[in-house]
């Protein structure tokens, strides 16, 4: 769910290196300096903010999978995520702080990235049984120490590691994520994936555990999946089942894949977020890879874009408003300001702040911390915890793809990129979608994720869309002069025969599997 942030907020921080006998991790503690009379001036410091984007060409390198990389010893960043708050504000924040914080974000097209995010299962093969964090612990710090990464704690637990722009974190119920460094073309996308695959695998199984690229954990119940020791997840954990009936199966049981992708204006995030909107049931379409829940078949071709419509309809879904010509930063931030909160963090601490407001936070009037205001940290951290299929931070979240093989995870950024990165296609993809009407968006959100390709639309299937905007991709992609369609070959097949992932999941269930989910574990693993 979290990428590793791509631009920092213009504080001066100082890092304090407390050296340790070879072997031994370091401890770094982040102090911060923050000039207190600047804080204040956010039109002014807000405006210049942008991402630090480094070249990294050398990805492709051998050393990149730590063949023959130079050993550096890892360290330990004391200050546990999300973020450190390291502003306290001398006045408060207004709206038109938070307004300038999205457009922050803008930036010319040379400089847009490309940031991808996966998850995955981790099981051990002998049982097939969920990894328990105990596992959890030592594969974390096998890969750090094998691979130079640094480890990230909360208290004593390790729950994560972070390398340059890429970090690994987990979700609620164990679930391993790489959120990737923003990168320039598709083959750094992929070489990040096989590096990361390669580091983890080579860790994990001297362990005898495993990895499985899917949607929705296909045989295990909500009670067999371990608890990860985080602080927000307690909080969420505890107020899901108050506002939606499968909140708990999308914190425990779902595995994605998403892309993040910039924008150079008000007016370029608009196009790109109501294309994202309209085409994301294709997306969850091409990519629906979840069709099991506890050993069965459970009717849906993607569970786990089920499992999000009745989850908390404060915080999901397709967001007409997106639609509307009023729309812009101001308006979504209209949006998200009414998004009941989760937490606030303060001393590394999580402050449960279920159902309240962030407007009354901004005014002062938080139940939880009376008196106390909001930093941008406590903004950038309540925007992670709203979840639409297509999402706004400082860039914008393709949020609708299922978990999949690793050919999957280098084709869901390809296929964003190449609709949204081009603007002959971008704007193919406009005029494509331009009269399609609220009820019909909503139509297919609903009906794509049991039907998939086969889903009607209008004169005919969804399939005879997908081939359209499938071509919008290709010929976007070939216009990057980049030659990354190959990238699309995962799901060109998909396209031309209307057969998605999960129904050839479902055709060897009752098939050679013998009605028996177990070999999955076999057929998706990584």
């Known amino acids: 769910m979290a990428l590793v942030p791509q631009t920092g907020l213009s504080f001066c921080m100082r890092s304090e290196v407390v050296c340790c006998k070879p072997g031994q991790g370091a401890v770094v503690n982040m102090t911060n300096n923050v000039e207190a009379s600047k804080i204040k001036e956010t039109r ?7 991402r630090s984007h480094t070249k990294t060409k050398n990805i492709l390198s051998p050393n990149y999978v730590g063949v023959g990389r130079k050993q550096r010893h890892p360290v330990i960043v004391a200050a546990s995520p999300p973020t ?4 306290v504000a001398t006045e408060p924040l207004t709206k038109e702080d938070l307004v300038g914080y999205l457009a922050s974000g803008c930036k010319p097209k040379e400089k847009w990235r490309i940031g991808t995010e996966h998850e995955k299962f981790g099981f051990e093969f002998r049982t097939l049984q969920p990894m328990r964090y ?4 030592e594969l974390l710090n096998g890969v750090s120490e094998r691979f130079g990464w640094d480890k990230v704690m909360e208290g004593d637990n390790i729950i994560g590691l972070k390398q340059g722009k890429q970090s690994i974190s987990l979700e609620p119920g164990g679930q391993f994520e790489l959120s990737g460094a923003p990168l320039e073309t598709l083959h750094q ?3 990040e994936v096989n590096s990361h695959l390669y580091q983890v695998k080579a860790v994990a199984e001297e362990m005898g ?3 499985l690229g899917i949607g929705f954990q296909p045989k295990w119940k909500i009670k067999d999946i371990p608890i990860m020791p985080k602080g927000r997840y307690e909080i969420m954990r505890n107020y899901m089942p108050k506002v939606g009936s499968l909140g708990l199966d999308m914190m425990f049981r779902t595995c994605t894949v998403q892309v993040n992708l910039d924008f150079s204006s008000e007016i370029d995030m608009i196009r790109k977020f109501r294309v994202g909107l309209a085409l994301q049931p294709i997306a969850t379409a091409l990519f629906a890879n979840s069709p099991f829940v506890e050993g069965k078949p459970s009717g849906y071709l993607s569970m786990r874009s089920q499992i999000w419509t009745d989850t908390d309809n404060n915080r999901t879904g397709m967001l007409p ?3 509307d010509g009023s729309f812009g930063f101001e308006q979504y931030v209209d949006y998200a300001l009414d998004v009941p909160m989760y937490f606030v963090y303060r001393k590394k601490k999580y402050i449960d702040c279920t159902g309240m407001s962030f407007r009354d936070f901004l005014a002062g009037k938080l139940p939880s911390l009376p008196g106390e205001l909001p930093n941008l940290n406590d903004w950038e951290n309540h925007l992670t915890t709203i979840f639409p299929e297509v999402r706004l931070k400082r860039y914008l979240e393709m949020r609708g793809a299922d978990g999949g093989p690793w050919r999957r995870l280098c084709a869901l950024p390809a296929f964003w990129v190449g609709i949204l990165y081009d603007e002959v296609s971008l704007q193919n993809a406009l005029d494509m979608t331009s009269d399609w009407t609220p009820e019909e968006r909503q139509m297919l959100r609903n009906k794509v994720p049991k039907t998939g ?3 009607s639309f209008r004169d005919g299937l969804l399939k005879h869309v997908a081939e359209d905007v499938l071509k919008l991709a290709k010929d976007g992609l070939e216009r990057r002069g980049f030659k990354e369609t190959g990238f699309l070959n995962a799901v060109a097949e998909v ?3 209307g057969v998605t992932p999960a129904e050839q999941l479902l055709e060897m269930y009752y098939g050679p599997w013998g009605q028996c989910v177990d070999p999955v574990f076999e057929e998706l693993l990584y």
Do not use: M, N, Y
């Open 209 to 211: 555990i495993g990895f």
């Open 321 to 323: 408003f997106v639609f």
């Open 453 to 455: 390709l086969k889903t």
């Open 495 to 497: 396209v031309r025969t």
């Open 189 to 191: 996308t992929c070489a």
């Open 44 to 50: 002014i410091w807000l405006s210049s903010l942008s």
């Open 134 to 137: 105990e596992q959890i612990a």
């Open 84 to 87: 450190e708050d390291a502003v």
